[in-house]
């Protein structure tokens, strides 16, 4: 298996266009949106703002990037408070028992299915 060894700078810029490219993306499935509508059902009116296919997919746009300013930021934390980073924070997470290791994914999706539901709210 071939394994990219990155210095910091050079990871730091590979995430960062990782991340615009998934923002780029986002932005441009924005214009479909209409057309998608379209090939299911073929009877739908034009998409105005009040229409809520729309406003779930503003809502999916703006918790992507929530998500993805959240891991930045807590990438950011972890560096300025000289905690160990993230990969060292997973090996250790391998150690724990197999229930620690559920509760914590239960715990986790939990959350984010609450962001997700908050994301939505906060659009509609």
Same mark, same amino acid.
């Given at each position: 298996? =071939? *394994?990219l =060894?990155? +210095?910091s700078?050079?990871?730091i810029?590979?995430e960062?266009?990782?991340?615009? #490219?998934?923002l780029?993306?986002?932005v441009l499935?924005? $214009?479909?949106a209409?057309?998608?509508?379209f090939?299911?059902d073929e009877t739908? +009116?034009?998409?105005? $703002? +009040?229409n809520? *296919?729309l406003l779930?997919?503003?809502?999916?746009?703006?918790f992507?990037?929530? *998500?993805v300013?959240?891991g930045w930021?807590?990438?950011?934390?972890?560096?300025?408070?000289n905690? $160990?980073?993230? +990969?060292?924070m997973v090996l250790?997470?391998?150690?724990?028992e197999?229930?620690q290791q559920?509760g914590?994914?239960? #715990?986790s999706?939990?959350?984010?299915l609450l962001? #997700?539901?908050m994301?939505?709210?906060a659009?509609?």
């Amino acid at each position: 298996m =071939n *394994v990219l =060894n990155l +210095g910091s700078s050079q990871r730091i810029i590979y995430e960062s266009i990782k991340i615009a #490219a998934l923002l780029i993306i986002m932005v441009l499935l924005w $214009p479909f949106a209409q057309q998608m509508v379209f090939s299911f059902d073929e009877t739908a +009116g034009y998409i105005d $703002p +009040g229409n809520m *296919v729309l406003l779930v997919l503003m809502s999916l746009i703006t918790f992507v990037v929530i *998500v993805v300013l959240s891991g930045w930021i807590l990438k950011r934390f972890l560096a300025a408070q000289n905690l $160990p980073g993230v +990969g060292i924070m997973v090996l250790q997470f391998k150690k724990l028992e197999l229930w620690q290791q559920l509760g914590f994914y239960w #715990a986790s999706f939990a959350l984010l299915l609450l962001a #997700a539901a908050m994301s939505v709210m906060a659009i509609c």
